[in-house]
């Protein structure tokens, strides 16, 4: 896996080539996109609750991501990455979603959590 982001695994995503585009196009507002401190504590607090799967985790991320992303930023990615013309809505789910899935990378690499290969 040869991807641009620290601490990432390709545990949850073996590709974020979306992402990464999305963070080149958007490099004003790409600070407040970006999984931070809180997120990790917020990761850790979810796995304080008990066992969660993968899905649940996204999921959860997903809700706190999907405001912080830059619609606009998220469309041209989308075009660019996929070759497809997306909504901005669905556009930034999409890029909510990596941004899960690397913050869970991250909180595995700094000890906060297990993530298991799916096999």
């Given amino acids: 896996m040869s991807s641009k982001l620290m601490l990432s ?5 073996g590709n974020y080539s979306l992402l990464e585009r999305y963070l080149e196009i958007c490099q004003e507002k790409k600070v407040e996109s970006l999984p931070n401190s809180s997120d990790i504590e917020f990761v850790k607090h979810i796995a304080s609750r ?8 996204l999921e959860e991320l997903v809700k706190r991501f999907k405001y912080r992303v830059d619609p606009v930023c998220s469309v041209k990615a989308s075009k660019e990455v996929l070759n497809m013309e997306l909504a901005e809505d669905q556009a930034s789910q999409l890029v909510a979603v990596q941004l899960a899935g690397w913050t869970l990378e991250i909180a595995e690499a700094l000890g906060v959590i297990k993530l298991k290969r799916l096999s």
Avoid: I, R, T
Avoid at 50 to 57: E, N, Q, R, V, Y
């Fill in 9 to 13: 695994s390709g545990k949850v995503f």
């Fill in 50 to 57: 008990g066992p969660a799967s993968l899905d649940k985790f």
